[in-house]
């Protein structure tokens, strides 16, 4: 590790989220602000801030649900606001005093519902 990076020496690298509608989830991943890597009929991989990657994982038999990530950006009310003139259908934003954030949540083509955090990064380099 470089002495002068001042990032945590650890990130997550890996998230995964199984779909039975690869070519939807694909443009939704795109249309939220992921950077595509790779695009596959089985598998496909994008990028986030940090380096993380979500790994798209074609099922045909899937459980919706809750994903087993959550997401967060910098300001809740503009991407609230985008995701809502996309038609994606953003849930109102709450508040989580408790934790000191806001939240909404979206549900992606294949049924799971992903939670939106407001950030909460400390300021220094991530």
Do not use: W
Not at 85 to 92: A, E, Q, R, V
Not at 103 to 108: C, D, P, S, Y
């Amino acid at each position: 590790m470089n002495q002068n990076d001042q990032r945590p020496s650890v990130c997550v690298a890996h998230v995964v989220l199984q779909t039975d509608r690869m070519d939807d989830s694909i443009q939704f991943m795109r249309v939220i602000g992921m950077r595509p890597i790779f695009d596959g009929p089985e598998v496909s991989v994008y990028e986030m801030r940090g380096g993380t990657h979500l790994i798209l994982m074609r099922k045909n038999n899937i459980v919706a649900g809750d994903a087993s990530f959550d997401l967060m950006v910098d300001d809740l009310h503009a991407t609230h606001q985008r995701f809502t003139s996309l038609g994606l259908s953003p849930s109102p934003i709450e508040a989580r005093p408790a934790i000191d954030h806001e939240v909404f949540t979206v549900r992606e083509p294949a049924g799971h519902v992903i939670t939106f955090f407001s950030s909460h990064a400390s300021g220094k380099p991530t």
